[in-house]
């Protein structure tokens, strides 16, 4: 029985609500003409930009604080996992997520104080959020220590998303000290999943290893697009499905004095995707299930045991039994969170300064606030360095530095950030949420005032 756990366990770990970027290491480097997309009123340091396709990329993972190393270790022919150290390794909620977006097409030019911009960019992402009652019911099972009640695993979400945006952007310089800015943003959703609230309530005495597990389920569950991937439809992931919505930035940047300068922007305002065709939705309610625990260290570990199609059909045979979802296909609608940034920058010499940037990210989950220094100096006509520390972040501590840089070399550019990687090497038990942004522009033509 000391091997035996539930195949929704195993499930749930496997599935990576969007989850917003974290992009302050960019936000006001002008230099770099993706910054535009962050506060559309602070134009680029050149006067034409083209964006060489599908090589400005970003790329984000991260997790709360729980446990990952020394859970599972090897002994003798076999492994064991230390299920005291996972169970205490977890907080009340706990979250993993990952962000990917790339731009396809980006390019900006300064027609007199005017400067227009457009870009096509995809966002792909997954995020889970889980209670810790989830390792509890992985100790209970794994070494038989029932707790003889029905243990509550409450309000597990997990999510993901596959958007297209299509944005238009313009700056306008007022006059000497503001700048005012707008993009609006056509969003395309290609495909899109989530899970609102799955509880689960399990009786946890077991007697034999042919014995189940009995319990009460509750799920909502949407998905839209999916089969389009399976089936090839390039129409329907492209621009077909109907799955259209949209949104707006807003943005503005002051000048109090020639080193004092203060700016705010507001992304994703409004920001949404109706989801009309290609969906799927099931609900129920307080659902009666028994379910076949399963080998799940076995089948990971040893090669004379089911493989993991097989042990996941036979969780979904015992499943189906007792389950009969109704299926609908009624429209929903996806919003993204919004975003609001403020910051304020202190140019110490004409080519180097120092900014301090408040990022709030609203979403119908939660509020999340960070605040951080940066640092920019241009070391030579052709290199810009930069370094970010957080003073605050709810993911990370104190090690969580940025480093980034951009090369000019004629009309092209090569930038590269990166955040938190120091938590990554150091503390990959903590709350940790690196980043990395990399890509090459054509940029041509400096402005006036730079």
Not at 208 to 227: A, L, P, W
Not at 421 to 435: A, E, G, T, Y
Request: proline letters at 3%; aromatic letters at 14%.
């Amino acid at each position: 029985m000391r091997n035996l756990i539930l195949p929704l366990l195993f499930f749930l770990f496997l599935s990576f609500n969007m989850n917003a970027q974290q992009e302050t290491m960019l936000y006001g480097t002008s230099r770099i003409p993706q910054s535009f997309k962050l506060n559309p009123a602070m134009m680029p340091s050149t006067k034409l930009n083209i964006g060489i396709p599908a090589t400005n990329m970003f790329f984000e993972v991260g997790k709360s604080k729980f446990r990952t190393q020394g859970i599972v270790t090897r002994s003798g022919d076999g492994y064991d996992v230390d299920v005291d150290a996972l169970v205490d390794g977890f907080e009340d909620r706990n979250q993993v997520f990952m962000n990917f977006s790339s731009e396809i097409l980006h390019g900006g030019f300064k027609l007199g104080n005017n400067y227009f911009q457009f870009n096509i960019s995809e966002r792909i992402g997954i995020k889970a959020d889980f209670p810790k009652e989830l390792a509890i019911l992985f100790r209970e099972v794994y070494e038989e220590r029932y707790i003889n009640q029905n243990l509550a695993v409450n309000n597990i979400r997990f999510s993901g998303y596959h958007t297209r945006e299509f944005g238009f952007g313009y700056s306008r310089k007022i006059n000497d000290k503001l700048n005012v800015g707008a993009r609006l943003k056509l969003l395309y959703g290609v495909s899109n999943f989530y899970a609102e609230s799955t509880d689960l309530y399990v009786d946890t005495q077991l007697r034999d290893e042919q014995d189940e597990v009995g319990g009460n389920i509750t799920y909502q569950f949407r998905s839209s697009g999916y089969e389009n991937y399976n089936e090839g439809n390039i129409e329907n992931i492209l621009y077909a499905n109907g799955n259209w919505g949209a949104g707006f930035d807003l943005g503005a940047e002051y000048k109090f004095t020639d080193r004092i300068s203060a700016s705010a922007s507001i992304l994703d305002l409004g920001s949404s995707i109706r989801f009309r065709n290609d969906n799927h939705s099931y609900e129920q309610t307080n659902i009666n299930v028994s379910l076949q625990p399963m080998d799940l260290v076995a089948f990971y570990f040893q090669n004379d045991s089911l493989s993991v199609e097989e042990q996941v059909q036979k969780f979904a045979d015992s499943l189906q039994s007792e389950v009969d979802p109704v299926e609908n296909e009624d429209a929903y609608t996806y919003s993204i969170p919004t975003r609001l940034f403020i910051s304020g920058t202190f140019d110490i010499t004409k080519k180097h300064s120092v900014t301090l940037i408040n990022q709030n990210i609203f979403s119908e989950q939660q509020n999340i606030s960070y605040v951080k220094a940066v640092y920019r100096g241009q070391i030579k006509n052709f290199f810009t360095g930069i370094v970010g520390y957080d003073f605050y972040n709810p993911y990370t501590k104190w090690t969580n530095l940025g480093l980034g840089f951009s090369i000019n070399g004629g009309p092209f550019q090569f930038y590269l950030m990166t955040e938190d990687f120091v938590s990554v090497l150091i503390r990959p038990d903590d709350q940790i949420q690196p980043n990395l942004r990399i890509g090459m522009n054509l940029t041509f033509g400096k402005n006036d005032d730079e």
